[in-house]
């Protein structure tokens, strides 16, 4: 409770992230994301905190298979870790309904930018492929590269935040994709990725993927429709998934 005190808003950020994790140590995955999430949103409740916004996940959209996604539409769970993401919306809700706390949700889709980890059993793809590059190593992708994704860069995340924070009540009690509102596939993502990278060392255009096959949870394909965060919050993304792999394999290649 001490955490909400003298808050007026508050950004909840923090999860246990990675499907596979979850799929290894659902319990945990569980404990952490269901159970550290009520606490926050009671937190939030008993100190009078105006407005609670909460990073939710396009993992919810499970086995829908429809593109693009839009928020009324998803489907079952793929993984624990999306169970998790769908019922911290349902006691967003829940919370908003009975107690009148403003919520709003943010339906990240696959985030990326500075400062990521590149080790680690679950570390996000684009630093595990900037961390394997650099060094010289060959990038693993799952399966045969077709998979896409709609890749956000951290600077729209943050936007986002912001706006949600001075949005007006027409906007509350709800959630939003966040995402640049494209596509691209793993294979197109190796490729921009090696072509920044070798502008640093021209040896990594060399190097070649290997593939190895799909995880289990993973969805195939992400599309946001990103036109209720625009209307509702007035958001604008301003990076592309190549204006910020420029971006952040800068800040890699100064920092690693």
Do not use: C
């Not at 930018?113 to 990038?139: C, H, S, W």
């Not at 706006?163 to 009540?169: E, G, I, N, T």
């Amino acid at each position: 409770m001490q955490a909400a005190s003298g808050v007026d808003f508050i950004l909840h950020q923090a999860a246990l992230g990675s499907v596979p994790r979850s799929i290894k140590d659902p319990i945990t995955t569980n404990d952490v994301n269901i159970s550290g999430f009520l606490n926050m949103l009671v937190a939030a409740r008993d100190n009078n905190v105006k407005r609670f916004v909460y990073a939710a996940s396009s993992s919810t959209y499970g086995d829908s298979e429809s593109l693009p996604k839009v928020e009324a539409v998803i489907g079952k769970p793929l993984s624990p870790y999306a169970v998790t993401k769908y019922v911290n919306e349902l006691y967003a809700d829940v919370f908003s309904k009975t107690y009148g706390l403003e919520t709003i949700g943010l339906r990240y889709f696959n985030v990326f930018g500075r400062k990521q980890d590149t080790n680690g059993a679950y570390a996000a793809v684009i630093p595990k492929f900037v961390g394997q590059l650099m060094a010289g190593e060959t990038p693993t992708i799952n399966g045969d590269g077709n998979y896409s994704r709609d890749f956000t860069y951290i600077d729209n995340v943050i936007q986002a935040n912001l706006l949600s924070l001075v949005a007006d009540k027409k906007a509350i009690n709800t959630v939003y994709n966040i995402a640049f509102g494209d596509r691209n596939t793993l294979n197109d993502l190796m490729g921009y990725l090696k072509e920044y990278l070798s502008e640093f060392n021209p040896k990594i255009a060399e190097i070649a993927a290997e593939h190895a096959p799909n995880r289990t949870g993973d969805i195939p394909h992400s599309h946001a429709s990103v036109a209720k965060a625009k209307k509702f919050l007035k958001y604008d993304p301003q990076f592309s998934l190549q204006q910020g792999l420029k971006e952040a394999v800068k800040w890699y290649w100064e920092n690693l």
